[in-house]
T-cell receptor
Framework: GAGVSQSPRYKVTKRGQDVALRCDPI?????LYWYRQALGQGPEFLTY????????KSGLPNDRFSAERPEGSISTLTIQRTEQRDSAMYRC????????????FGPGTRLTVT | GENVEQHPSTLSVQEGDSAVIKCTYS??????FPWYKQELGKGPQLIID?????GEKKDQRIAVTLNKTAKHFSLHITETQPEDSAVYFC???????FGSGTKLNVKP
């Protein structure tokens, strides 16, 4: 079956612009996670959802970052007024939930802010 | 993540030898410990995991051990092969903390 997909795979934007990154989880997966991964580092937790409810957003760096999952499936991570320090790989993962923690990662979106 | 420390950061072994990667965690509420393999240009792939009610788990050449008292867990790869070369990440979940990764190089 299809895995987690993310789009776009690459995004170059100018400082100050808003960007929206999309994640399409594995069909039927209840939980969806967003991470940021710097080169040579492990994934850094941003936020996660069970169904459409945002359970934890403690990892979002500041109020320029927001995420939504309005219908409990596809999720969008939005970064407003991008800054160069936002440049990173943004990864999405999903899990079947209901006590199952196994997370399956997508290929990521490489964001470059110029 | 600051709550999970992973060592070593790089590991080079000869094909056929064993490789061991170690992680320690600080959050005593952590109850699930997965290991991920990440190849160049790809997302992390789950290879093995262990829950806090188990001390050891094995899957062919890969095994994971957990010491809850000491708050550390380890990945063991036996009979390493060149295709095992990748970056490996540990994680400790209650909160979503990942280690900083170990780059494993298996020399043929």
């Amino acid at each position: 079956g299809a895995g987690v997909s993310q789009s776009p795979r690459y995004k170059v934007t100018k400082r100050g612009q808003d960007v929206a990154l999309r994640c399409d989880p594995i069909s039927g997966h209840v939980s969806l996670y967003w991470y940021r991964q710097a080169l040579g580092q492990g994934p850094e937790f941003l936020t996660y959802f069970n169904y459409e409810a945002q359970q934890d957003k403690s990892g979002l760096p500041n109020d320029r970052f927001s995420a939504e999952r309005p219908e409990g499936s596809i999720s969008t991570l939005t970064i407003q007024r991008t800054e160069q320090r936002d440049s990173a790989m943004y990864r999405c993962a999903s899990s079947s939930g209901r006590g199952a923690y196994e997370q399956y990662f997508g290929p990521g979106t490489r964001l470059t802010v110029t | 993540g600051e709550n999970v420390e992973q060592h070593p950061s790089t590991l080079s072994v000869q094909e056929g030898d064993s490789a061991v990667i170690k992680c320690t965690y600080s959050d005593s509420a952590s109850n699930y410990f997965p290991w991920y393999k990440q190849e160049l240009g790809k997302g992390p792939q789950l290879i093995i995991d262990i829950r806090s009610n188990v001390g050891e788990k094995k899957d062919q050449r890969i095994a994971v051990t957990l010491n809850k008292t000491a708050k550390h867990f380890s990945l063991h790869i036996t009979e390493t092969q060149p295709e095992d070369s990748a970056v490996y990440f540990c994680a400790a979940l209650n909160k979503f903390y990942f280690g900083s990764g170990t780059k494993l190089n298996v020399k043929p």
